[in-house]
């Protein structure tokens, strides 16, 4: 049994506010990855309200150790880590100083770090930090600041 409406959307049970399940998003092409907007809070989500989407869910305390111990919830963080790793492989748009994918990467660490463990962190980061490198590390210092503090806690 899941604990809330976010587990159930990681866990492959439950749909997000705009109705769509975790496979549904999983699908998404590349550029649905990058236009939509209001799917990155239901695939890695955190204790606190998001600026850029109102309405969009916060994880509380309960919900995120019923997401920690269930396996389908874990399984689904995983597979849309998976999906955004492919996404940022394959797309050389947010390689730039500033983009709104950036927010979205410090989102990811800060839920992978949270839910799955700083090892699940670490390894999305070094894969981040050797995309940028591969492109002549155009990503600005504020960025990589803040995926630096995300992994470690700050």
Same mark, same amino acid.
């Given at each position: 049994m899941t604990a809330g409406r976010i587990h159930a959307?990681? #866990?492959?049970?439950? &749909?997000? =506010?705009?109705?769509?399940? $975790? #496979?549904?998003? $999983?699908a998404f092409d590349d550029a649905r990855?990058?236009?939509?907007?209001?799917?990155i809070q239901w695939c890695f989500?955190?204790?606190e309200a998001s600026r850029a989407v109102p309405g969009a869910p916060v $994880?509380?305390?309960?919900?995120?150790?019923?997401?920690?111990?269930d396996a389908a #919830? =874990?399984?689904? $963080?995983? #597979?849309?880590?998976? &999906?955004m790793m492919r996404f940022y492989a394959r797309t050389d748009g947010w390689l730039r100083p500033h983009d709104h994918n950036h927010l979205r990467i410090t989102r990811i660490l800060h839920a992978l770090r949270d839910l799955l463990g700083r090892q699940e962190a670490r390894a999305f980061h070094a894969f981040v930090l050797a995309r940028n490198a591969e492109a002549g590390a155009p990503v600005s210092a504020k960025s990589l600041g803040y995926w630096a503090n995300a992994l470690a806690g700050d």
């Amino acid at each position: 049994m899941t604990a809330g409406r976010i587990h159930a959307f990681l #866990a492959g049970d439950g &749909r997000d =506010g705009a109705g769509r399940r $975790l #496979a549904d998003v $999983l699908a998404f092409d590349d550029a649905r990855i990058e236009g939509v907007h209001d799917f990155i809070q239901w695939c890695f989500p955190l204790p606190e309200a998001s600026r850029a989407v109102p309405g969009a869910p916060v $994880l509380t305390p309960d919900e995120a150790a019923s997401i920690r111990t269930d396996a389908a #919830a =874990g399984a689904g $963080l995983r #597979a849309a880590r998976d &999906r955004m790793m492919r996404f940022y492989a394959r797309t050389d748009g947010w390689l730039r100083p500033h983009d709104h994918n950036h927010l979205r990467i410090t989102r990811i660490l800060h839920a992978l770090r949270d839910l799955l463990g700083r090892q699940e962190a670490r390894a999305f980061h070094a894969f981040v930090l050797a995309r940028n490198a591969e492109a002549g590390a155009p990503v600005s210092a504020k960025s990589l600041g803040y995926w630096a503090n995300a992994l470690a806690g700050d």
